[in-house]
């Protein structure tokens, strides 16, 4: 079946660090790929997403680019804000058809000191 | 985003009792959905509507039911609570359905439920 899988948290950095969330998916056929954030008492918004294979999806400084060889989508920017601190979801859904629901990661916490 | 609105935002509850959560939405999307959050497992998803009175049981549906009445409140209800539905609830819209997977979906606030 379908399933996502993401690092561990919480990852912890000072602010401008480089941050690196990894994530790698088991899937049939061509899903396409997601990365949500998740801020403290909030509800999730989508942050970037890649249809295809080599896609790379952008936003906020955040990018993370479609690997079909590795099966990964990981998740990177390259300065970290106190303000980048939350829950960071991967996420897929399938383009077989039937069950195109969204599925999740288990989410990474990402905590930023000053 | 004022598009979907969960209520009530937070509840306790005692073993036993049936409680009801209710989704709203403005944006007139077909498709709704309700998961559930729980540290360790991410988001997994209860049930999902694709029309009004139109409803399918997610990965983990057991003690939950569903209705959709209009296509602006989706309603879950867990018909005797117990402590192992203690979770913080989401639900989300999608304009588009499953064949249109490129479209992500937007979420409420989420309701936190305790259940002593």
């Known amino acids: 079946g379908n399933s996502v899988t993401q690092m561990e948290g919480p990852v912890t950095l000072s602010e401008e660090a480089f941050l690196t969330i990894n994530c790698t998916y088991t899937?049939?056929?061509?899903?396409?790929l997601f990365w949500y954030v998740q801020y403290p008492g909030e509800g999730l918004q989508l942050l970037l997403k890649a249809t295809k294979a080599d896609d790379k999806g952008s936003n906020k400084g955040f990018e993370a680019t479609y690997r079909k060889e590795t099966t990964s989508f990981h998740l990177e920017k390259g300065s970290v804000q106190v303000s980048d601190s939350a829950v960071y979801f991967c996420?897929?859904?399938?383009?077989?058809?039937?069950?195109?629901?969204?599925?999740f990661g288990a989410g990474t916490q990402v905590v930023v000191t000053p | 985003d004022a598009g979907i609105t969960q209520s009530p935002r937070h509840k306790v509850t005692e073993t036993g009792t049936p409680v009801t959560l209710r989704c709203h939405q403005t944006?007139?999307?077909?498709?709704m959905y309700w998961y559930r959050q729980d540290p360790g497992h991410g988001l997994r998803l209860i049930h999902y509507?694709?029309?009004?009175?139109?409803?399918d049981k997610g990965e983990v549906s057991d003690g939950y039911s569903v209705s959709r009445s209009k296509t602006e409140d989706f309603l879950l209800t867990l018909e005797s609570a117990t402590s192992s539905q203690t979770s913080v609830y989401f639900c989300?819209?999608?304009?588009?359905?499953?064949?249109?997977?490129?479209?992500?979906?937007?979420f409420g606030s989420g309701t936190r439920l305790t259940v002593v």
């Open positions: 989300a819209i999608s304009e588009v359905g499953d064949r249109e997977a490129t479209y992500g979906y937007t």
């Open positions: 899937a049939t056929g061509y899903p396409s």
């Open positions: 996420a897929l859904r399938p383009t077989t058809t039937g069950w195109g629901k969204l599925q």
């Open positions: 509507s694709y029309g009004v009175k139109d409803t």
């Open positions: 944006e007139n999307h077909r498709y």
